[in-house]
């Protein structure tokens, strides 16, 4: 079992910043990859980035690029969401994700995942 615990989420103006963490614990050593997803009230939940252990290959989605950054470290089990340039429109909880299947990083299909945080809390005011 991975257990994953985010951190890092908050009230944020617009053009600020903010940084997350996924602090993963547990059987890690298998995962492939670390997702950022995020769901706003009443829409679906969203593929925002992804990271991989082995190589730290990234990939974002393109509502994102260029503004946020995942990146990690292996030493601590840890991976981060560094969002910048933030929008009203990011407003949502974040959550992280642990996936072991290889394949498409860039893959938006939760299913693919087999672990998730609690979420946090991102709010960007206007």
């Known amino acids: 079992q991975v257990q994953l615990v985010e951190s890092g989420g908050g009230l944020v103006q617009a053009g600020g910043s903010l940084r997350l963490s996924c602090a993963a614990s547990?059987?890690?050593?298998?995962?492939?990859?670390m997702g950022w997803f995020r769901q706003a009230p009443g829409k679906e939940r969203e593929f925002v980035g992804a990271i991989r252990w082995s190589g730290s290959s990234t990939y974002y989605a393109d509502s994102v690029k260029g503004r946020f950054t995942c990146s990690g470290d292996s030493a601590k089990n840890t991976v981060y969401l560094q969002m910048n340039s933030l929008k009203p429109e990011d407003t949502a909880v974040y959550y992280c994700?642990?996936?072991?299947?290889?394949?498409?990083?860039?893959?938006?299909?939760?299913?693919?995942?087999?672990?998730w945080g609690q979420g946090t809390q991102v709010t960007v005011s206007s």
């Open positions: 547990g059987r890690t050593f298998s995962s492939y990859a």
């Open positions: 994700a642990a996936r072991d299947r290889p394949g498409v990083l860039g893959s938006a299909n939760t299913h693919l995942y087999d672990y």
